[in-house]
């Protein structure tokens, strides 16, 4: 059974994530800085390295004031 990391689905999740920040200006480093983590932890989970869980994607998604129903509707869109 495959990991669900490697997953297309999270694979489509994490670069997404990825393009919300990169859209709201905020670099690696200064959301690491807001979250109290080192930059490599945003790289990890942006690469795939490292997989986030629900907590942690609610705290970057406070930060980037994102909007949660609009980026799940885009998660779950055929593109």
Do not use: H, W
Request: include cysteine.
């Amino acid at each position: 059974m495959t990991s669900s990391i490697f997953t297309k689905e999270y694979d489509k999740f994490r670069k997404l994530l990825s393009k919300y920040r990169q859209e709201c200006g905020v670099t690696q480093a200064k959301l690491a800085e807001k979250l109290n983590r080192p930059q490599s932890y945003i790289s990890k989970y942006e690469s795939g390295e490292r997989r986030l869980d629900v907590i942690e994607f609610l705290k970057i998604a406070k930060i980037l004031k994102m909007d949660i129903p609009k980026f799940f509707k885009e998660l779950d869109s055929g593109d």
